[in-house]
């Protein structure tokens, strides 16, 4: 369903963009009003009465509370991902396999430390897989844990914690691992292209002992490059099929991230980057893969002040030839 009110007016302080379906918020106004505003449109519209209710408290609850923490989510973009995050696992819960399906891109990789990299045929028979293998399984989002950002003409970044329960030999199994999802918006209907699925080994130390010093190495190749503004290394870096999102930017491919790269050296200040003391994990991902996670802190000094800024990414890494290189790359909380 779409709403579209005309013109893009402004409406309690939110501004209705037909061109991304979301509404943006200007500040300074209540925050209360768009999911008011929306309950009223329901009610001139042929949507069921269960519907009305649903959506229009849905938003409210979630102006008023979750997004509290979010700084450029507007709540309607929450709510239209936390209801796809609902559709999703409500297939999962349901052991509805057809319905998985319209839910992810037909170009997703989904990335697993418990099993690798997997596109959409291999995601889709694992799904079979397991719902044939473990006939009780559920998936339950971790209350307060979903975060949502938006990605620039593209669609958005979901963030949080979910758990698996199932029975086991008369035992309740349950496992808590964290998800980062990337959403496309495409001709009105979400789409998952991007999933990172971590936290699955038991033996996560074992791991991390065996692959965190590597990824840790590239990790500061990769930034000594970048605070001495060598292109030719960052080049080399990046894996020529590289995908960057960003969310105020949108999507990068590897040209386009380059030639980024050499517009920022030209400016008339140096942006240099650290890494977040204590916030850097890594996982396997598959016999020759790594997933590393955490925040970095960009800065740089203008018109005699220092200005830095604090945000989180992940690096999907690859190893070639045995070299690292970053294939997939989230950057996002600016």
């Given at each position: 369903m779409e709403v579209v009110f005309p013109g893009g007016s402004v409406y309690g302080g939110w501004r209705f963009n037909t061109r991304y379906k979301l509404f943006l918020y200007q500040r300074g106004t209540a925050p209360v009003w768009p999911g008011i505003l929306f309950m009223l449109y329901l009610v001139k519209n042929k949507t069921s009465r269960m519907d009305k209710i649903k959506l229009g408290l849905l938003i409210i609850i979630l102006t008023s509370s979750s997004l509290r923490a979010q700084k450029?989510?507007?709540p309607v973009l929450f709510a239209s991902i936390a209801h796809m995050d609902s559709v999703t696992f409500n297939a999962f819960n349901a052991h509805n396999a057809d319905l998985l399906k319209t839910v992810f891109s037909e170009s997703v990789r989904f990335y697993n430390d418990g099993?690798?990299?997997s596109g959409y045929a291999q995601t889709m028979t694992s799904f079979q897989s397991m719902f044939e293998r473990?006939?009780?399984?559920?998936r339950e989002l971790v209350p307060g844990s979903l975060q949502v950002y938006p990605v620039k003409d593209y669609g958005a970044i979901e963030e949080g914690d979910h758990r698996f329960i199932h029975t086991e030999n008369g035992e309740t199994i349950t496992g808590i691992f964290h998800f980062i999802t990337v959403w496309k918006l495409e001709q009105g209907n979400w789409k998952m292209t991007e999933v990172v699925s971590v936290g699955h080994h038991t033996s996560e130390n074992a791991h991390k002992e065996a692959l965190y010093p590597e990824i840790a190495h590239a990790?500061?190749?990769?930034f000594k490059a970048f605070n001495t503004q060598k292109t030719a290394?960052?080049?080399?870096?990046?894996?020529p099929g590289l995908l960057l999102y960003q969310d105020n930017t949108g999507l990068r491919y590897y040209a386009e991230t380059i030639d980024a790269f050499k517009a920022l050296f030209k400016k008339d200040y140096t942006l240099t980057r650290t890494l977040a003391p204590g916030t850097m994990m890594v996982y396997p991902l598959g016999n020759d893969g790594a997933i590393e996670t955490g925040s970095h802190t960009f800065c740089h000094t203008e018109n005699g002040k220092e200005d830095c800024a604090t945000f989180k990414f992940v690096n999907i890494w690859k190893k070639e030839a045995g070299q690292w290189k970053i294939n997939c790359l989230l950057t996002y909380d600016h």
């Open positions: 450029h989510t507007s099993g690798g990299m473990t006939k009780d399984i559920r990790d500061s190749l990769l290394v960052l080049q080399d870096m990046f894996d």
